[in-house]
């Protein structure tokens, strides 16, 4: 049915360490959902988040915890539940008993031990060792890409999900073959076919996994406004914001880093030609937040 999601088989992802089990129930809209399993006399810390209104939610399923807060010690068991925002120091909790959490957070806890990002950030790191022309091209867009949307005021969950995918937004680029990648003269019309289909190969990589919601962002970052880009020829709306904001960032770190086939052109021509077409392949505004930031870093007077 429309809106409705079931979960069978417990998890969307699980990770595992000497003493916790974190399982991933859910993820979307700021939210991550978990369950985590902890054993017996361990601590489990709560830290202060960098950012104010992220807030922490744990209700107890099984178990017991305790902890000294303000001088008092508090014991926490089955059906209990306590919650966390603005915390001004950690909170030490010691498991009584092997202990099951359920817990909800605004802040994405579970993607910094996901092994479904690790594996996925493996095929964007083996890209770029397949062409020495690309290496931490990825890193770079991000970086871009997450100090203009930014400025663009994009909020902090889109402004996540942009940062993971523009790291991931090549990573189709794995079923190109290094000739075709190296190749210092211009691609034949068949070459050039198989490049245009990275944005969908790599898109179907992330779509079978719990970052679904990152795909259309990869799928969509060599979509141009006039609707000339590929795979699909979207044109203007049709094209996400994260999407249009990882085209320009690409584009400007694409011609001002040396390839096989020409040597790097200086930011201020890049900045030029992409100025010049905004309205026409990139969006105005993103590309208007994008010269703000790269004036602010002194890659140009």
Do not use: W
Request: hydrophobic letters at 40%; charged letters at 30%.
């Amino acid at each position: 049915m429309k809106g409705l999601d079931i979960l069978k088989n417990g998890y969307l992802e699980k990770v595992n360490n000497d003493s916790t089990t974190l399982s991933l129930l859910g993820r979307g809209e700021g939210l991550e959902m978990m369950k985590q399993t902890i054993l017996k006399d361990r601590l489990f810390i709560l830290f202060p988040s960098e950012e104010a209104d992220v807030l922490e939610f744990y209700y107890i399923l099984e178990g017991e915890i305790e902890a000294e807060i303000d001088g008092e010690k508090v014991k926490l068991g089955a059906h209990d539940f306590f919650s966390a925002k603005n915390l001004n120091g950690t909170i030490d909790f010691l498991t009584k008993s092997d202990v099951t959490l359920l817990s909800v957070s605004t802040a994405p806890a579970f993607q910094f031990l996901s092994e479904e990002i690790k594996e996925l950030r493996k095929i964007g790191e083996a890209v770029e060792q397949k062409d020495r022309y690309t290496f931490n091209h990825s890193s770079r867009v991000a970086h871009y890409a997450v100090k203009t949307a930014t400025k663009m005021k994009l909020p902090k969950q889109r402004v996540r999900n942009l940062y993971l995918a523009a790291i991931l937004h090549d990573i189709g680029k794995i079923n190109i073959p290094k000739i075709v990648l190296q190749k210092p003269d211009k691609l034949t019309d068949a070459e050039f076919e198989l490049v245009k289909k990275h944005p969908g190969d790599g898109a179907e990589m992330i779509r079978h996994t719990p970052y679904a919601e990152l795909a259309d962002i990869v799928e969509q970052h060599h979509e141009r406004v006039n609707g000339r880009g590929y795979p699909f020829g979207l044109v203007d709306e049709e094209i996400l914001m994260e999407a249009k904001i990882i085209g320009v960032c690409d584009t400007f770190d694409a011609m001002t880093e040396d390839r096989a086939y020409r040597k790097a052109f200086t930011a201020e021509f890049a900045l030029a030609e992409i100025k010049q077409l905004a309205g026409i392949q990139y969006d105005p505004e993103v590309v208007e937040a994008f010269e703000q930031v790269i004036k602010e870093e002194g890659k140009i007077e």
